[in-house]
DNA sequence: GCCAACGTTGGC
DNA sequence: GCCAACGTTGGC
């Protein structure tokens, strides 16, 4: 069992849609080591929902894996913003799980917040610069986000 | 294989 | 909208 977190633009995609929906394909991953990980993903794993170019950015919930990594299809379509002419059917380039919903938090989880957090410094998310749009997270990682968007004491 | 140019991400 | 930090591309 694994924990990651997967980041979106809130105007493009936020929890709320993927409240209404259910269930999402994970489409759009155009970074070689974002797709790594999103290929690695296991039924059960459980994702951060990271709304970036939000006001505030933060952990906003989090998501199940329902579907391990398939070829993402929007990279075959020519009218599709994710459109790859490189890729092909034989060997396609780009991979999405499926998330479900599991729950939004109380509180969202602001970047400002994250970076209180002592325990939270190797974060990924947290490094200089780190624009990775999905990566792992430590347990005791996970578990202590969960517990600042529960409203539990900093 | 180097590296400059260019494109993208994402906080602010 | 700005810009720093990266990733990718393509000429050589």
């Known amino acids: 069992m694994n924990y ?32 790594n990980y999103l290929q690695e993903m296991q039924l059960g794993d459980l994702v951060l929902f990271y709304h970036s170019n939000a006001n505030p950015p933060g952990v906003a919930g989090i998501m199940k894996v329902v579907k391990t990594a398939y070829p993402d299809p929007s990279q075959f379509d020519k009218k599709h913003k994710y459109f790859d002419p ?10 999405c799980p499926e998330f479900k ?12 917040d994250l970076r209180a ?11 200089r610069g780190s ?18 968007g529960a409203g539990t004491p900093a």
């Open 4 to 35: 990651w977190l997967a980041k979106s633009e809130p105007e493009e995609f936020s929890i709320d849609d993927l409240k209404k929906d259910k269930v999402c394909h994970w489409d759009g991953v155009r970074n070689y080591q974002a797709r």
């Open 86 to 95: 490189k890729s092909t059917s034989e060997k396609p380039r780009w991979f």
């Open 131 to 148: 624009r990775l749009s999905v990566h792992p997270v430590q347990k005791k990682e996970f578990d202590t986000i969960v517990d600042l």
């Open 101 to 112: 919903f599991e729950r939004k938090f109380k509180h969202l989880v602001s970047l400002s």
């Open 117 to 127: 957090q002592k325990s939270l410094g190797k974060l990924p998310l947290l490094q």
